[in-house]
Each structure stands twice: as C-alpha cells, then as structure tokens.
C-alpha cells in the first residue's frame, strides 16, 4: 500500500464548477500537508500548505485536512481554464526528516 | 518569491554519454536541495538529497555512480548522468529547501532528458 493515494484521473469539468481534489494517507505521523500544482513539463509550484487538522482557505482555494480519517482535499471554486493542471499531494511527518512524500497527481482540465 | 532555476530544460544526447543538469537557487541560500525523477503521467520519485558541501544521500535504488551530485555551494547543486542510456530518459526535477523557510520547498521548472 502506498503511503499516499490519490487518484490520477484524469477529471474534467465545466468552468465556473466547484472542484474537490483528494487524497489518502496511511501514515499518522504525518503532520504537514501541502498541494502543489504542476503545469505540464514544470516543475511543481506550493499551492497551499496546512499544519494538522482543519482548513485553510487562499482566494479560490481551500485546503481541508482531517487527521481522523487520514483525509485531505483541495477545493477549487469558479474554476477557471488556467487552473488546467496536476494536482499534486504531498505530506511530511517533520521536517527534520527532510523528505516529501507525494500523491501519484490528478490531472485536471477546465473546460471552457 | 524565491525562485530555484533548473538548466538545460530540454536535453537531447546519445547513449553512452554524460549530461550534467544545474539546480541554481537565485535569492536564496538553500540548504538542502533534491533531485527527483518523474516519468509521464506519474509522481515525483526522489533519487537523492543534498546537503551542501557533504555528500548526496541516495534513495534505495538509485545508483550514486550513475547519477553523480554535487551541491558545491548554497546555491548551486548539478546533477550529472553518466553513461547515459535511453532507460535513463526521463524528466529530472530539482527543489531547494530555504533556509528559515522550513515549509516551503521550491522547484526547479524541470530537465526533460531524452537519450538516444
């Protein structure tokens, strides 16, 4: 079992829906969650970042962590064609330990 | 923001030679820096972690002769395929963690390496 699952996709939807990206995680130890996107052939850029349970809301973004159920999502509101991308999960257990560990990516297209 | 730039983006060379790829963090000192490998349509897997002036600590399965890293000075860490051959194809991505930015890791824009 992987650490991390996500589902790769690919989701499309029309512009100006809500999107909800998701991930699972095995690992209780983990404690910091991020998103990142990636553009096709770039490298991947920090969308949002949480520390343990609860939300975290940047503009049209929210990130959601429930500890509990080992749970974490992305919501994309007023989607736009440019939000056209890999989403990709990521969480660490501290950062003494230095390595990511990542989500396979969802592939997402906003269709105008 | 802190930008972290990745030469040559696009690399094209025979097999058996070597390519050398450069990670270069711009406004920041960067104390670690990581060299990650994605095939298409799949996510990051990290080959190797830096530190710079000690030596790169390799993931299980990543061969430290072939994929030679150097993290010379805080902001620069190259990463150097010998011998490549065309399994070694693929899109190299480098990311550099900020010193006092413990959360943020910023990544290079990425190698597409394509041997002949």
């Known amino acids: 079992q992987k650490e991390v699952e996500q589902d790769p996709g690919p989701l499309s939807v029309p512009e100006g829906a809500i999107v909800s990206l998701n991930c699972t995680y095995s690992n209780s130890a983990f404690q910091y969650f991020m998103w990142y996107r990636q553009y096709s052939r770039k490298g991947p850029e920090l969308l949002m970042y949480?520390?343990?349970?609860g939300n975290k809301e940047d503009g049209r973004f929210t990130a959601q962590v429930d500890k509990s159920s080992k749970y974490i999502s992305l919501f994309i509101r007023d989607s736009q064609p440019s939000d056209s991308a890999t989403y990709l999960c990521a969480t660490i257990s501290n950062f003494g330990n230095e390595k990511l560990t990542f989500g396979t990516g969802t592939r997402l297209t906003i269709i105008p | 923001g802190a930008v972290v730039s990745q030469h040559p983006s696009w690399v094209i060379c025979k097999s058996g030679t070597s390519v050398k790829i450069e990670c270069r963090s711009l406004?920041?000192?960067?104390?670690?820096m990581f060299w990650y490998r994605q095939f298409p349509k799949q996510s990051l897997m990290l080959m190797a972690t830096s530190n710079e002036g000690s030596k790169a600590t390799y993931e299980q399965g990543v061969e430290k002769d072939k994929f030679l890293i150097n993290h010379a000075s805080l902001t620069l860490s190259t990463l150097t395929v010998t011998s490549a051959h065309p399994e070694d194809s693929s899109f190299y991505i480098c990311?550099?963690?900020?010193?006092?930015?413990?959360?943020?890791?910023?990544f290079g824009s990425g190698t597409q390496l394509s041997v002949l």
């Open positions: 990311s550099a963690r900020a010193r006092g930015l413990n959360e943020k890791l910023f």
């Open positions: 949480t520390y343990s349970s």
């Open positions: 406004d920041f000192q960067a104390t670690t």
